[in-house]
């Protein structure tokens, strides 16, 4: 598993270059990003497709091909593989097969955002991608309102505006890191109000272009050592449905499913 720059090219690594230099077959996310990988860098490899639609199948080729002797190195397009790119099924395999899995260490879009970031917390949340629409987005992001752990995410340049600010809604007054395209020519990492980060991101065309890693502040611990059911519940039924807002809630407050529930309606109806 290799992991390979995010923008700079200068950002490989020596073992990385020779992990693929030496490698009988490379299996990428995109043949024609990594084609212009390997072509800058002078190495000839075979390359195959293995994305997020054929890994499964994929994977047991690359298991042939390593039962044969063969080494075979796997790629994305840019970064650390299966971190919200395709690989872990590939990892599965191979381990399930009884063939070892060797991570090849470099470049990632969350931990070079999180090192610029200046956001100190006890622990993040990393979110890759939320969903882009419904009920299931609401659940994602009420999800991660109700820890207190600092939340990185990554997200499109048609989306970002949005996000920012359904993350506002659901998270109040924090801040927010924008980093959008890392270590290339265009890098911007900026700190903002969540309650402004919308208009600021609108205010330049420039700034909603390219790839972006969210980082939002966390809440104080202290708020959450004590959660109040009836206000998890209320907060929670405010965006999701009884049910789904029932579970969540016995997930964050160790309450019982049934008594929650009970207390859910309650709310409901106004009682």
């Known amino acids: 598993m290799v992991a390979t720059p995010i923008g700079n090219l200068g950002d490989i690594t020596h073992r990385a270059l020779e992990v693929l230099a030496g490698a009988d077959v490379i299996a990428a996310e995109d043949t024609r990003v990594t084609r212009g990988l390997?072509?800058?860098?002078?190495?000839?490899?075979?390359?195959?497709?293995?994305?997020?639609?054929?890994?499964?199948?994929?994977?047991?080729?690359?298991?042939?091909?390593?039962?044969?002797?063969?080494?075979?190195?796997?790629?994305?397009?840019?970064?650390?593989?299966?971190?919200?790119?395709?690989?872990?099924?590939?990892v599965g395999a191979v381990r399930a097969a009884g063939h070892p899995v060797f991570p090849i260490p470099g470049a990632s879009a969350l931990t070079t955002a999180l090192s610029a970031a200046g956001i100190e917390a006890d622990g993040v949340v990393f979110a890759g991608f939320l969903p882009s629409r419904g009920a299931e987005r609401r659940e994602r992001i009420a999800q991660l309102a109700a820890g207190p752990w600092a939340i990185a995410l990554f997200e499109s340049p048609h989306r970002v505006a949005q996000t920012l600010e359904d993350l506002h809604a659901a998270l109040g007054e924090r801040d927010v890191v924008v980093a959008r395209e890392l270590t290339k020519l265009f890098e911007t990492v900026a700190r903002v109000p969540l309650a402004g980060a919308r208009e600021w991101i609108e205010a330049d065309p420039d700034r909603t272009k390219g790839e972006f890693v969210l980082v939002v502040e966390g809440r104080p611990v202290e708020a959450t050592s004590a959660l109040d059911p009836r206000k998890v519940l209320a907060t929670l039924l405010a965006e999701l449905p009884v049910k789904q807002a029932v579970a969540l809630a016995v997930k964050l407050t160790g309450g019982k499913r049934n008594e929650l529930y009970s207390l859910a309606l309650e709310l409901k109806n106004g009682v």
């Open 38 to 90: 390997l072509t800058h860098f002078g190495i000839g490899a075979k390359l195959v497709p293995l994305h997020a639609h054929n890994e499964r199948g994929g994977a047991q080729k690359v298991v042939g091909w390593i039962g044969e002797g063969k080494r075979v190195a796997f790629v994305s397009d840019a970064g650390t593989p299966a971190v919200s790119d395709p690989g872990a099924a590939l």
